[in-house]
């Protein structure tokens, strides 16, 4: 039962990455609008989401403990972005902002249950982490990136 509740929280991660890290069609430099930060800031979020489901494949606890705090306190875009972002959001500011909340809840829960060596409660937490991620994307990533980004 352990090995195939670690089989799917990886399969499911690895479609959740595969598909936020799928390249963009091609365009012209002066096309393209400007990255903003949050896009880096979620790449980044997903590789280390990729080292967490390595470490819990391999039960690596100290890279799962030493990991989980990067996605915990991943850092911020700046304020003028911040701003932007929300202003996007708009009367749904609140919910984007519950979602990094939930996803700061789980990674730390994540790296709690590493560091006890706990695998049944750092699966959990991961799972909690990943559907916290899911949520969010599938209720602001398309309109967000068409917003920022266009209609790719």
């Not at 972002?85 to 749904?92: E, K, N, P, R, V």
Request: charged share 25%; hydrophobic share 45%.
């Amino acid at each position: 039962m352990r090995t195939l509740l670690v089989a799917a929280t990886i399969l499911v991660a690895g479609f959740a990455l595969a598909a936020a890290n799928a390249p963009a069609p091609a365009e012209t430099d002066a096309q393209a609008p400007k990255p903003l930060a949050l896009r880096s800031i979620m790449k980044e979020l997903g590789r280390n989401m990729q080292v967490i489901t390595d470490g819990i494949s391999r039960e690596d606890w100290a890279l799962i403990e030493k990991t989980a705090p990067r996605v915990a306190d991943h850092p911020q875009p700046p304020m003028s972005e911040r701003l932007r972002i929300l202003a996007f959001a708009g009367t749904d500011a609140g919910r984007f902002k519950a979602y990094d909340g939930e996803t700061n809840m789980a990674a730390e829960a994540l790296a709690k249950g590493a560091r006890a060596k706990d695998g049944e409660v750092t699966i959990l937490a991961f799972q909690k982490l990943q559907s916290s991620c899911f949520n969010c994307h599938r209720e602001f990533r398309k309109p967000f990136v068409e917003h920022f980004y266009g209609a790719q």
